[in-house]
């Protein structure tokens, strides 16, 4: 095969979604329908039950909820799919954020019985900012919930999105009969016996002629009544119109029963938007099949094998062949770095990939060299158009139950910050000793407990700081010493050495721009 058909049929996705819409259960349906696991998990498994392939922290498996981002790479007719399964939690909005810029489409995921969530919203705003197109899928079919038209009209109302329904349910909750193809008219059946949360179901399929004496003369006679307003009504699916991200492909089912996943599967691996371009600080447009190697990293994740304390960087390949023990340049360094055990993934585990491509996301060992962002790139460096790292609003600082421990805590705060469990502040003139914690929100402090529990042995309290309010310093360094000199504000280096000024209100930030000599402040750190 060759470069451009590796090219072509690369598909890398995320799935987004507001918690509890079933986002981590979609996850193992489709690497389920994809043959890429045998039998599926339960996100709500009992101790003797199967855990998630995709929640693979101890304390995601505890809690059933995702707290981070996974990689999950597969194939599927024909097409080499790379899913990145994200946090639904608000709190960790961060990690959403810098794993759909390294994607070319999302899975909006919806429970059909609340609808758009504002969690929902926010990240569909994510999504209309990079331009992404967005396939949607109503879960949750064998319960009761709203009305799917009015489920259409509010998604065309909150988000502004034209939909185009690709299939259509047949009842809902115990009256849930299957689902309808509105290309093809095709009925899919719904067989609500049987092991439908961990195998592969058949599904019975029947012409639209046979749906009345197969779901009844009152049920055929509203989904007819519903499909007539449909066509009159709905917006009709153009790959141009979605790709543009003007409409977006409506799917219909029920993840936990397997329902509806074998379609979306389908379509993402024949439809999903294939690599795209990416643009640089300088404004030139990278397209994926140039023949110079490019990537950026958008993610980095300590300690995915605790036993080594590795930490990994999650690349995405943006144009060329990448090779295992290629040289590529950092952008923001210009230093040169051996590519010499790149892994790919299935969530935690992993396996040595000789080549990728545009599209792929390939796992580096990083010794502290790559941060988030940063470019690498074959020949001179450049950079791409950075990832942003957002001010934190919750703040504290750890202390030791044990005091012996305080190298190990300082050597797992500086790991888990560098993929961004939390935010370190450091106090000019007391070295990287007993830092300031920033996290976007309170639920990371838990989990950073957690995790240094786990993973490096210590025990911790956390105690809550005062502050409410941090800002990246810019500007005139009259400004910047005002802000040392006045009360109300502590000023403290991030750990790449910038400045940022901690305080507890949004009117000291107003105060301080007003009355500062040539001052700046930035909510979202400066490239």
């Known amino acids: 095969m060759n470069f451009e058909d590796e090219v072509r049929r690369r598909r890398t996705f995320a799935i987004i979604s507001h918690p509890d819409a079933g986002k981590t259960t979609l996850t193992e349906k489709l690497l389920l329908y994809a043959k890429a696991i045998h039998l599926a998990g339960s996100v709500k498994a009992k101790r003797a039950a199967r855990s998630t392939i995709s929640d693979w922290m101890k304390i995601e498996q505890e809690r059933g909820i995702s707290v981070t981002s996974s990689v999950l790479q597969f194939n599927y007719d024909g097409r080499a799919l790379n899913l990145l ?46 331009r992404l197109p967005v396939v949607t899928f109503m879960n949750k079919l064998d319960r009761y919930g709203l009305h799917p038209l009015e489920l259409v009209d509010q998604v065309r109302d909150k988000l502004d999105l034209e939909v185009a329904p690709v299939n259509w349910p047949l009842g809902m909750g115990t009256d849930f009969k299957g689902l309808v193809n509105l290309a093809t008219r095709e009925i899919i059946l719904y067989e609500s016996e049987g092991r439908h949360g961990s195998e592969i ?18 049920a055929f006679e509203r989904i007819s009544e519903e499909l007539e307003l449909i066509e009159d009504a709905g917006d009709a699916f153009s790959r141009e119109r979605f790709l543009a991200g ?65 930490g990994i960087a999650f690349m995405r390949v943006v144009s060329g062949k990448f090779e295992r023990g290629m040289d590529a340049v950092i952008g923001r360094s210009k230093e040169v770095l051996r590519l010499s055990k790149p892994h790919t993934f ?30 690498l790139s074959n020949g001179s460096g450049i950079k791409f158009a950075g990832i942003p ?42 070295g990287r000793q007993n830092p300031f914690l920033g996290a976007v929100g309170i639920l990371q402090f838990e989990v950073l407990k ?78």
């Open 85 to 130: 399964d994200t946090p639904g939690h608000a709190d960790f909005s961060e990690d959403t954020f810098r794993t759909l810029a390294a994607v070319d489409s999302a899975v909006m995921l919806m429970d059909h019985a609340k609808g758009v969530e504002p969690r929902t919203l926010k990240l569909f705003e994510v999504c209309r900012m990079r």
């Open 201 to 218: 179901v058949e599904a019975e399929r029947a012409s639209f002629d046979e749906a009345e004496s197969l779901v009844g003369a009152e």
């Open 246 to 310: 003007d409409v977006s492909p409506l799917f219909w089912g029920s993840a936990m029963s397997n329902f509806g996943v074998e379609e979306l599967l389908s379509f993402l691996a024949k439809e999903a938007a294939p690599p795209g371009p990416r643009i640089t600080e300088a404004g030139e447009e990278i397209k994926p099949n140039e023949d110079r190697f490019t990537g950026f990293v958008f993610k980095i994740q300590a300690n995915m094998n605790p036993r080594h304390r590795d």
């Open 346 to 375: 299935m969530a935690q585990e992993r396996s040595l990939v000789e080549k990728a491509w545009p599209g792929d996301i390939v796992g580096l060992y990083n010794t502290g060299k790559l941060r988030v962002g940063d470019t």
């Open 389 to 430: 790292r957002f001010a934190p609003e919750h703040f504290g600082q750890l202390r030791l139950e044990d005091p012996m421990r305080r190298k190990a805590l300082d050597n797992g705060l500086e790991q888990l910050s560098q993929e961004g469990v939390i935010q370190l502040f450091f106090t000019p003139g007391q």
């Open 450 to 527: 957690e995790r240094l529990r786990n993973e490096y042995k210590i025990s911790v309290i956390f105690q809550k700081a005062s502050f409410s309010r941090a800002r990246w310093v810019g500007g005139e360094p009259e400004g910047l010493e005002w802000l040392r000199a006045t009360h109300g504000y502590r000023v403290v280096e991030d750990r790449n050495g910038l400045p940022v000024v901690l305080t507890d209100s949004n009117w000291n930030l107003s105060y301080a721009l007003e009355n500062a000599p040539g001052l700046e402040l930035y909510d979202v750190e400066p490239l």
